[in-house]
């Protein structure tokens, strides 16, 4: 094996690696937190994407129109998102993330930004530029492969 397939090896499983923890440490939350691990995943996708319809929850999480109903309801009892008419389109439901309860979901990661920045102290800023191009890269290919998977598993 060559240097560069023997680097490339490495870091994709190294890659895999991340996300199998990262799963891990959002199933330790949502256990902490009393939630379902897929409720979490969308108060994250409320927080760093903004508020959404449940259509677009639908597609970004791959969950049924009908588990999603359940799981904003879920949300919607434990004061974690509000539900709204849009005002341009009243016909359209805007699920939004509750700033209430944001500060007690942070905190249970305060811990990991405490060590990423104990880890990100290492590194100059040009070689930090260069590891976010890569999560930026790396996400955007996420996004496509997901998307490439559904679509195969749905026939198109």
Known sequence: MTDRADLSERLTLAAQRNATDAVMMHQAVADKLGLHVTDL????LLRLGGPATPGELANRTGLTTGAVTRMIDRLLRGGLVTRAHDERDRRRVIITAT???AGEIARHYEPLARE???VMADY???QLELILGLFDRLHETSLRVTALLRDAESGE
């Open 41 to 44: 995943r969308c108060l994250n």
């Open 99 to 101: 700033e209430d309860r």
């Open 116 to 118: 990423f920045g104990r």
């Open 124 to 126: 100059t800023d040009e």
